[in-house]
Protein backbone atom coordinates (compact mmCIF):
# COMPACT_ATOMS: atom_id res chain seq x y z
CA UNK A 1 0.00 0.00 0.00
CA UNK A 2 1.62 3.61 -1.01
CA UNK A 3 2.20 5.81 1.99
CA UNK A 4 -0.42 8.42 2.88
CA UNK A 5 0.49 11.80 0.06
CA UNK A 6 1.92 14.87 1.88
CA UNK A 7 -2.35 15.99 1.46
CA UNK A 8 -3.46 13.15 2.99
CA UNK A 9 -1.31 13.54 6.27
CA UNK A 10 -2.41 17.43 6.11
CA UNK A 11 -5.65 16.41 6.51
CA UNK A 12 -5.86 13.91 9.12
CA UNK A 13 -3.76 16.12 11.67
CA UNK A 14 -5.59 19.42 10.86
CA UNK A 15 -9.27 17.98 10.16
CA UNK A 16 -9.93 15.05 11.59
CA UNK A 17 -7.21 15.23 14.83
CA UNK A 18 -6.94 18.96 15.47
CA UNK A 19 -10.68 20.38 13.73
CA UNK A 20 -13.27 18.40 14.13
CA UNK A 21 -12.09 17.46 17.73
CA UNK A 22 -12.16 21.25 18.87
CA UNK A 23 -15.27 21.52 16.75
CA UNK A 24 -16.76 19.05 18.35
CA UNK A 25 -16.34 20.94 22.07
CA UNK A 26 -18.74 23.80 21.85
CA UNK A 27 -17.89 25.37 25.12
CA UNK A 28 -14.12 25.72 23.62
CA UNK A 29 -14.91 26.62 20.95
CA UNK A 30 -16.87 29.86 22.58
CA UNK A 31 -13.91 30.43 25.09
CA UNK A 32 -11.75 30.38 22.33
CA UNK A 33 -13.65 33.24 20.48
CA UNK A 34 -14.20 34.79 23.83
CA UNK A 35 -10.13 35.19 24.30
CA UNK A 36 -9.31 35.68 21.05
CA UNK A 37 -12.09 38.99 20.47
CA UNK A 38 -11.99 40.09 24.31
CA UNK A 39 -7.86 41.40 24.63
CA UNK A 40 -8.42 44.02 21.38
CA UNK A 41 -11.68 45.62 22.81
CA UNK A 42 -9.80 46.13 26.06
CA UNK A 43 -6.52 47.50 24.24
CA UNK A 44 -9.05 49.68 22.53
CA UNK A 45 -10.40 51.17 25.26
CA UNK A 46 -6.80 51.84 26.75
CA UNK A 47 -5.97 53.57 23.74
CA UNK A 48 -8.89 55.40 24.62
CA UNK A 49 -7.85 56.30 28.01
CA UNK A 50 -3.81 57.00 26.68
CA UNK A 51 -4.92 59.28 24.06
CA UNK A 52 -6.70 62.31 25.80
CA UNK A 53 -9.30 62.37 22.99
CA UNK A 54 -5.95 62.69 20.17
CA UNK A 55 -8.03 60.14 17.59
CA UNK A 56 -4.54 59.97 15.58
CA UNK A 57 -2.96 58.37 18.67
CA UNK A 58 -5.94 56.35 19.61
CA UNK A 59 -5.63 54.97 15.88
CA UNK A 60 -2.11 54.49 16.08
CA UNK A 61 -1.97 52.63 19.32
CA UNK A 62 -5.03 50.62 18.54
CA UNK A 63 -3.58 49.55 15.30
CA UNK A 64 -0.27 48.38 16.89
CA UNK A 65 -1.74 46.01 19.47
CA UNK A 66 -4.20 44.76 16.64
CA UNK A 67 -1.18 43.21 14.96
CA UNK A 68 1.03 42.58 17.56
CA UNK A 69 -2.49 40.37 19.19
CA UNK A 70 -2.87 38.79 15.77
CA UNK A 71 0.30 37.12 15.51
CA UNK A 72 1.31 36.66 18.62
CA UNK A 73 -0.53 33.62 18.88
CA UNK A 74 1.88 31.78 16.47
CA UNK A 75 4.48 32.03 19.07
CA UNK A 76 2.60 31.21 22.63
CA UNK A 77 -0.25 29.25 21.85
CA UNK A 78 0.77 26.95 19.17
CA UNK A 79 3.87 25.88 20.60
CA UNK A 80 1.61 24.90 24.00
CA UNK A 81 -0.76 22.94 21.89
CA UNK A 82 2.09 20.90 20.21
CA UNK A 83 3.35 20.33 23.51
CA UNK A 84 0.01 19.59 25.24
CA UNK A 85 -0.71 17.14 22.02
CA UNK A 86 2.39 15.29 23.06
CA UNK A 87 1.48 15.28 27.14
CA UNK A 88 -1.85 13.99 26.36
CA UNK A 89 -0.78 11.14 24.15
CA UNK A 90 1.62 10.31 26.91
CA UNK A 91 -1.19 10.14 29.21
CA UNK A 92 -3.78 8.25 27.42
CA UNK A 93 -1.00 5.55 26.55
CA UNK A 94 -1.02 6.73 22.51
CA UNK A 95 2.49 8.08 21.66
CA UNK A 96 3.75 4.56 21.12
CA UNK A 97 1.44 4.11 18.12
CA UNK A 98 2.31 7.48 16.98
CA UNK A 99 5.68 6.88 17.15
CA UNK A 100 5.73 3.70 15.18
CA UNK A 101 3.35 4.67 12.37
CA UNK A 102 5.50 5.60 9.20
CA UNK A 103 6.86 8.75 9.99
CA UNK A 104 10.52 9.72 10.91
CA UNK A 105 10.43 11.77 14.39
CA UNK A 106 10.56 15.41 12.51
CA UNK A 107 7.87 14.75 9.89
CA UNK A 108 5.84 13.40 12.73
CA UNK A 109 6.47 16.60 15.26
CA UNK A 110 6.07 18.73 12.01
CA UNK A 111 2.29 17.62 11.06
CA UNK A 112 1.34 17.20 14.57
CA UNK A 113 2.18 21.06 14.93
CA UNK A 114 0.02 21.90 11.69
CA UNK A 115 -3.45 22.23 13.94
CA UNK A 116 -1.72 24.57 16.04
CA UNK A 117 -0.46 26.62 13.39
CA UNK A 118 -4.13 26.62 11.44
CA UNK A 119 -6.11 27.37 14.31
CA UNK A 120 -3.79 30.52 15.25
CA UNK A 121 -4.51 31.73 11.76
CA UNK A 122 -8.18 31.65 12.48
CA UNK A 123 -7.29 33.72 15.65
CA UNK A 124 -5.22 36.03 13.56
CA UNK A 125 -7.58 36.67 11.13
CA UNK A 126 -10.45 37.17 13.59
CA UNK A 127 -8.52 39.59 15.37
CA UNK A 128 -7.70 41.88 12.38
CA UNK A 129 -10.73 41.91 11.01
CA UNK A 130 -12.27 43.20 14.67
CA UNK A 131 -8.98 45.69 14.34
CA UNK A 132 -11.01 46.80 11.37
CA UNK A 133 -13.83 47.15 12.57
CA UNK A 134 -12.58 49.40 15.47
CA UNK A 135 -11.20 51.72 12.65
CA UNK A 136 -7.61 50.20 12.24
CA UNK A 137 -6.65 50.84 7.94
CA UNK A 138 -4.17 48.40 7.02
CA UNK A 139 -1.74 49.40 4.11
CA UNK A 140 -0.12 45.83 3.15
CA UNK A 141 2.72 45.35 1.16
CA UNK A 142 1.84 41.75 0.24
CA UNK A 143 5.59 40.54 -0.92
CA UNK A 144 6.92 41.98 2.12
CA UNK A 145 4.15 40.29 4.69
CA UNK A 146 4.96 37.15 2.88
CA UNK A 147 8.75 37.19 3.57
CA UNK A 148 8.23 38.12 7.23
CA UNK A 149 5.27 35.46 7.25
CA UNK A 150 7.45 32.62 5.60
CA UNK A 151 10.51 33.34 8.40
CA UNK A 152 7.80 34.11 11.26
CA UNK A 153 6.52 30.33 10.48
CA UNK A 154 9.82 28.47 10.18
CA UNK A 155 10.96 30.35 13.83
CA UNK A 156 7.99 28.57 15.16
CA UNK A 157 8.61 25.24 13.42
CA UNK A 158 12.15 25.52 14.91
CA UNK A 159 10.33 26.23 18.62
CA UNK A 160 7.84 24.00 18.01
CA UNK A 161 10.37 20.66 17.94
CA UNK A 162 12.09 22.53 20.79
CA UNK A 163 9.12 22.07 23.26
CA UNK A 164 8.32 19.01 21.77
CA UNK A 165 11.14 17.53 22.43
CA UNK A 166 11.50 19.16 25.60
CA UNK A 167 8.33 17.18 27.00
CA UNK A 168 9.36 13.93 25.64
CA UNK A 169 12.53 14.78 27.92
CA UNK A 170 11.47 15.86 31.13
CA UNK A 171 7.67 14.34 30.79
CA UNK A 172 5.90 16.86 33.31
CA UNK A 173 6.57 20.86 33.14
CA UNK A 174 7.45 22.68 29.83
CA UNK A 175 9.83 25.97 30.40
CA UNK A 176 9.58 26.53 25.92
CA UNK A 177 5.95 26.92 26.98
CA UNK A 178 6.74 29.38 29.91
CA UNK A 179 9.81 31.12 27.97
CA UNK A 180 6.99 31.56 24.98
CA UNK A 181 4.71 32.88 27.11
CA UNK A 182 7.17 35.72 28.85
CA UNK A 183 8.12 36.48 25.77
CA UNK A 184 4.83 37.31 24.22
CA UNK A 185 3.27 39.23 26.83
CA UNK A 186 6.80 41.25 28.23
CA UNK A 187 9.29 40.71 26.01
CA UNK A 188 8.04 40.68 22.58
CA UNK A 189 6.76 43.58 21.84
CA UNK A 190 2.96 42.60 21.56
CA UNK A 191 1.24 45.27 23.20
CA UNK A 192 4.23 48.15 24.17
CA UNK A 193 7.24 48.53 21.83
CA UNK A 194 10.33 47.04 23.55
CA UNK A 195 12.28 50.20 23.78
CA UNK A 196 10.34 51.13 26.63
CA UNK A 197 11.80 48.41 28.75
CA UNK A 198 15.14 48.37 30.51
CA UNK A 199 17.72 48.01 28.19
CA UNK A 200 19.23 44.40 29.51
CA UNK A 201 15.47 43.05 28.74
CA UNK A 202 15.89 44.93 25.54
CA UNK A 203 18.82 43.23 24.48
CA UNK A 204 17.06 40.04 25.47
CA UNK A 205 13.92 40.61 23.46
CA UNK A 206 16.15 41.01 20.35
CA UNK A 207 17.04 37.63 20.50
CA UNK A 208 13.33 36.10 19.96
CA UNK A 209 12.13 36.30 17.07
CA UNK A 210 8.37 37.69 17.72
CA UNK A 211 10.45 40.86 18.11
CA UNK A 212 11.61 41.16 14.74
CA UNK A 213 8.17 39.43 13.02
CA UNK A 214 5.84 41.88 14.65
CA UNK A 215 8.14 44.57 13.74
CA UNK A 216 7.72 43.64 10.20
CA UNK A 217 3.86 42.75 9.83
CA UNK A 218 3.62 46.57 11.48
CA UNK A 219 5.54 47.63 8.61
CA UNK A 220 4.37 46.10 6.12
CA UNK A 221 0.89 45.62 7.29
CA UNK A 222 0.20 49.43 8.19
CA UNK A 223 2.93 51.26 6.38
CA UNK A 224 3.31 48.87 3.39
CA UNK A 225 6.78 49.14 3.47
CA UNK A 226 8.90 47.48 0.80
CA UNK A 227 11.24 44.32 1.77
CA UNK A 228 14.46 46.61 1.57
CA UNK A 229 13.36 48.90 4.42
CA UNK A 230 12.68 45.98 6.21
CA UNK A 231 15.82 44.18 5.60
CA UNK A 232 17.31 44.49 8.92
CA UNK A 233 14.02 42.52 9.99
CA UNK A 234 14.16 39.84 7.53
CA UNK A 235 18.08 39.01 8.13
CA UNK A 236 17.36 39.12 11.94
CA UNK A 237 14.55 37.06 11.48
CA UNK A 238 15.96 34.32 9.24
CA UNK A 239 19.24 34.19 11.71
CA UNK A 240 17.03 33.42 14.46
CA UNK A 241 15.09 31.15 12.26
CA UNK A 242 18.40 28.73 11.45
CA UNK A 243 19.35 28.68 14.75
CA UNK A 244 16.17 27.55 16.46
CA UNK A 245 15.05 24.92 13.62
CA UNK A 246 19.00 23.67 13.95
CA UNK A 247 18.11 23.29 17.30
CA UNK A 248 14.86 21.81 17.61
CA UNK A 249 15.67 19.35 14.93
CA UNK A 250 18.90 18.07 16.85
CA UNK A 251 16.58 18.24 19.99
CA UNK A 252 14.24 15.65 17.98
CA UNK A 253 16.02 13.01 17.52
CA UNK A 254 17.92 13.54 20.33
CA UNK A 255 14.77 13.39 22.63
CA UNK A 256 13.49 10.10 20.50
CA UNK A 257 16.70 8.75 20.61
CA UNK A 258 16.29 9.17 24.11
CA UNK A 259 13.02 7.37 24.82
CA UNK A 260 13.80 4.63 22.85
CA UNK A 261 16.87 3.85 24.38
CA UNK A 262 15.43 3.87 27.73
CA UNK A 263 12.16 2.08 26.58
CA UNK A 264 10.72 5.46 28.94
CA UNK A 265 8.32 6.26 25.48
CA UNK A 266 5.11 4.76 28.03
CA UNK A 267 6.41 6.79 31.10
CA UNK A 268 4.59 10.06 31.98
Known amino acids: MEAMGVMDRLYSFIVIRGFKVWISYRTQVALNLASWSLPVFIYYFIGIALGSGAASLRGSYVAFVTVGLAFQGYF?????????RIRNE?????????????????????????WGLAINSINALMTLLIGLG???RYHVN????????LL??????????IAGATVLIVKQGNPVALFASVASNLLGGTVFPVTVLPKALTDISYAIPLTWALDGFRSSMLDAASPASLIKDLVSLALLSAIYLAV????????????MREGSVQQY
Open 134 to 136: LGV
Open 248 to 259: GVYLTYFAFGKI
Open 76 to 84: SSSITTLAG
Open 90 to 114: ELIGTLEYDIAAPLNPISFMMYSST
Open 152 to 161: YLVSIIGLNL
Open 142 to 149: WVSWLLVM
